[in-house]
């Protein structure tokens, strides 16, 4: 039993914000498959109603769904099969974004990406269908959070908000997430589940169906589940844990704080402890940043990319949680859309001759750096294995082994480090995968020499931020 359904030599979810389902599904071909990664996370699949702001198509208009169609700028039904069975042949698993707490917010006139109209004033949703008496009422806006029925009963940031203890409700609602399933979906990321009831959410869990055995999947699979819990107020993953994993947004609030200097980095042995209120390992998932929280403040993103580049290796090499990464579009205002083309789809990314996206598509493609990649596969071959011979200067350069099998050392000192360290690696010359990597049988990059007795000189400039052994880069 493998809850994720990834690959057994697979461990990163990779967030593809805003792709097309046939750009997801070239993109499992070309790269995400041959690089082992095990999963993207896909933007909401549900039609949802039409934004238009003065300049664009607002990314966030995906989380206002009218139907439970699945039309959107991404692609339809066909397309999304079409990304489904790409992916899962090459051994990357699809995991879609569900959006079931609430429809859309108040609109004078709702059309959606998939021709259903709304109307708003009336609750009424006609293309799933859904009336006023699924809805929850009175209505009220969620302000108290340390109240938590009003988490559950009132709306956030004014979408209409759905009553799943309806049992009509919660059967529109599992058809809808079985439709995704029969299609070779192998999860859900499951939206603002802390405004949803814990039982009704059991409820809509037990009738999901096993995986599609004709996308792979082993019989009786179940779909790996992943439930949005923010961490303010009384509401916590405590009710949620049981019945699926949770995001653990912790990690990306201390990794930031961590690599932008507020906290010496020594204080990382206590990542994924109790001591930074983090829940338990087999709960969590991490990331550095994710579509939310690179649009507000705090957070390290692509926008700082050295010391963005050295927390996702922090966050790849340390076995706390289920990693995911997020691959984004270059934006400067928060409601900013995808790259667009005049007729509203969105443009595919533009890849150069570094396998790079290039700057003028829009996409920054995080997965594709170079870097993020070697840690992709330093996380598979360190998979399942815990941190020791842990190491700091007792201020900002750190070390540690994963067992036997990786090795990473950090220095944000701002001076030189030059150190004699204890690996925990078998004798051999490794190549770090910071600076380069390995060609044939030479390293381009810089090389780690490990004694026989697992000891290894760590140089780093002040301004080489890591560099990050594993096995398999040895010789
Ligand atoms: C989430 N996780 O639990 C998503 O990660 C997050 O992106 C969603 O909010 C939220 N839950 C609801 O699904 C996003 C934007 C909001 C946006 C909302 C609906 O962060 O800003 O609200 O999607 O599109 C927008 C406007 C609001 C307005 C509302 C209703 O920003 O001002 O009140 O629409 O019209
Ligand atoms: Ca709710």
Not at 129 to 138: C, G, L, Q
Not at 395 to 418: P, R, Y
Not at 440 to 462: E, P
């Amino acid at each position: 039993y493998i809850k994720t359904n990834q690959l057994s030599d697979r461990s990163v979810i990779v967030q593809m914000f805003e792709w097309t389902w046939l750009d997801i599904a070239a993109e499992c071909e070309n790269f995400l498959g041959p690089n082992k990664y095990g999963a993207v996370q896909t933007s909401p699949a549900t039609e949802n109603v039409i934004v238009r702001l003065n300049t664009t198509r607002p990314w966030y208009e995906r989380y206002q769904p009218i139907s439970y169609k699945l039309t959107t700028r991404s692609g339809d039904e066909a397309a999304f099969l079409n990304m489904t069975t790409r992916c899962n042949k090459v051994g990357v698993r699809i995991y879609v974004d569900v959006v079931f707490n609430h429809m859309t917010g108040s609109h004078n006139e709702s059309i959606g990406t998939g021709g259903s109209v709304a109307t708003t004033q009336n609750n009424s949703y006609p293309g799933v269908p859904y009336t006023d008496e699924h809805f929850h009422h009175p209505e009220c806006e969620i302000s108290d959070y340390n109240n938590a029925t009003e988490i559950r009963v009132c709306q956030l940031s004014g979408l209409k908000d759905l009553n799943q203890t309806i049992p009509y409700v919660r059967q529109k609602i599992i058809d809808y997430l079985n439709n995704l399933i029969d299609l070779g979906a192998a999860g859900i990321r499951v939206d603002a589940a802390k405004h949803m009831w814990p039982e009704d959410l059991n409820e809509i869990y037990k009738n999901l169906h096993n995986l599609n055995t004709n996308h792979g999947f082993r019989r009786n699979s179940r779909p790996y589940i992943y439930q949005e819990v923010a961490k303010d107020g009384v509401v916590t993953y405590n009710d949620y844990k049981d019945m699926g994993d949770i995001t653990e947004f912790t990690a990306g609030n201390e990794i930031a704080q961590f690599f932008s200097g507020q906290k010496p980095l020594k204080n990382l042995s206590f990542y994924g402890g109790t001591g930074l209120d983090m829940m338990p390992s087999e709960n969590a998932v991490v990331f550095v940043d994710n579509h939310d929280t690179q649009r507000a403040s705090g957070i390290l993103t692509y926008k700082n990319e050295t010391i963005y580049k050295a927390a996702l290796a922090f966050l790849l090499a340390h076995p706390y949680g289920q990693a995911r990464i997020t691959s984004s579009f270059y934006f400067t205002d928060f409601d900013e859309g995808p790259p667009a083309n005049a007729d509203e789809s969105i443009k595919g990314p533009v890849i150069n001759s570094n396998n790079q996206c290039t700057q003028e598509s829009g996409w920054v493609c995080e997965h594709r750096w170079d870097t993020v990649a070697r840690m992709v596969r330093f996380r598979n071959e360190v998979h399942k294995t815990q941190v020791a011979n842990w190491w700091d200067n007792g201020n900002n350069q750190i070390a540690f082994s994963l067992d036997n099998k990786g090795f990473i050392a950090f220095n944000l000192e701002g001076t030189a480090m030059n150190t004699t360290l204890q690996t925990g690696l078998p004798a051999g010359t490794y190549c770090d995968i910071r600076s380069g990597k390995v060609q044939g049988t030479t390293c381009s990059g810089k090389i780690v020499a490990v004694s026989n007795t697992g000891q290894a000189i760590v140089t780093l400039s002040a301004d080489e931020l890591y560099l990050a052994v594993h096995v398999g880069t040895d010789s």
